[in-house]
């Protein structure tokens, strides 16, 4: 995100840029501890938009189940999985899956305990743009195509969303 960050610094926004330990906690944790962390950092701003990555978008919105964000302007989502992702269903099992991807990784799942399917719909305007390369061939097996490696692109949709946009990028922008 430090390449996004600058770009926008460079057209006149002021940017937080902040990073969290996504492989140490839940998404619940990550979203208690981190998102207001974020929003103290971002002053008396009449606005605040988000610009979130993959797993960052849901612990947004798992914030925002619980909270309002005052002065919410737009939230813009890339490669989120809205509706989880078939790779932790196939990989969950595998040894060394949960010490890649921590806690928060294994509740990005499609099953019941998907934390992103419990979540509720768009709160404020929200865009979310989905990578269709994949350059991962292997975990693309377990996707719907298109995909970007990670995710397929219809599981980056979700209820209430402004507006959608695919991109051929993958996972990792």
């Known amino acids: 995100m430090n390449k996004m960050a600058d770009a926008l610094t460079e057209e006149g926004y002021s940017v937080v840029n902040f990073s969290y ?3 140490k906690h839940t998404i619940e944790t990550l979203a208690e501890r981190y998102i207001p962390r974020a929003l103290a950092r971002c002053g008396e701003h009449e606005t605040v938009s988000f610009v979130t990555h ?3 978008g849901i612990v947004l919105r798992q914030y925002q189940q619980t909270r309002e964000i005052e002065h919410l302007h737009r939230v813009v989502m890339l490669g989120p999985p809205n509706r989880g992702s078939q790779v932790v269903d196939a990989m ?3 040894p060394g899956f949960k010490l890649l991807n921590g806690p928060a990784g294994l509740q990005l799942g499609t099953g019941p305990d998907s934390v992103p ?3 509720g719909p768009a709160q404020g ?3 979310v ?5 994949s350059i991962n061939l292997i975990l693309s097996l377990y996707l719907p195509n298109p ?3 990670k995710v397929s692109v219809e599981n980056t949709k979700f209820d209430g969303i402004a507006d959608h946009l695919i991109v ?3 996972h990792r922008f």
């Open 21 to 23: 330990p996504s492989r």
């Open 54 to 56: 993959s797993l960052g």
């Open 92 to 94: 969950r099992d595998v």
């Open 117 to 119: 399917l419990a979540l």
């Open 125 to 127: 305007e929200v865009g």
């Open 129 to 133: 743009i989905a990578g269709s390369r």
């Open 147 to 149: 995909d970007d490696g």
């Open 168 to 170: 051929h990028v993958s």
